[in-house]
């Protein structure tokens, strides 16, 4: 220890700053965003993997459309304009974070990430569920949701439908009630939305 007071930055400036910044960045892709066409053109960019993460899955990667700046935004604004009204918005590990958190955001509401197990400190309630590839647990956070209210759950892709079903049986099971499930991609031969009875189920492209 010297004794001598560190420099603090200015928060408050800095803050400023990046929120300018932001808006800036901000209003350039929605510049650029204006057209039904961007959105098509960035899903497009969904890449299929035959045989992963095994033998016989097609895998449906949605990475080459997030690392395109002008297709990410397509993606979110395509999502957000599907979400229905909702006083919070629900990402499903891992890959609806990515879009649940810039949606919400957007929105100006909160996310909740609904987890795999073992990652959360307080677990507020725990559903099993089957995948196209296997069997897990979804967890989500004591606190997370207000009672009454309305939860938009987001993922990338519905397949066998058990993951969204299982994140629906979350949100009512801490007191939320789910406005609906927005997936970018849903992979209509296995027939998800038949797990989904009874919510409102968007899917910006069906294959
Ligand atoms: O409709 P289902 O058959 O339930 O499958 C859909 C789920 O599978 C994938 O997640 P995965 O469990 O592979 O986890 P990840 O996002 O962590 O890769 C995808 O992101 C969905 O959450
Ligand atoms: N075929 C698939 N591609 C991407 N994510 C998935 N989740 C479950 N099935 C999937």
Known sequence: ???????????????????????AAQQAVVKQVTLAGDLEAALDLIRDVPDFPEPGVLFRDLTPVLSDAKALGALVYGVAAACPAADVVAGIEARGFLLAAPVAYGCGVGMVPVRKAGKLPAVAAKVSYALEYGTAELEIAVGAIQPGQRVAVIDDVLATGGTAAAACELVEQAGGVVAGVVVVLEIAALNGRAELEGYQVTALRTV
Do not use: I
Request: charged share 15%.
């Open 1 to 23: 220890m010297t004794g001598e007071t560190q420099q603090q930055p200015d928060l408050a400036a800095a803050v400023s700053g990046v929120g300018e910044a932001m808006a």
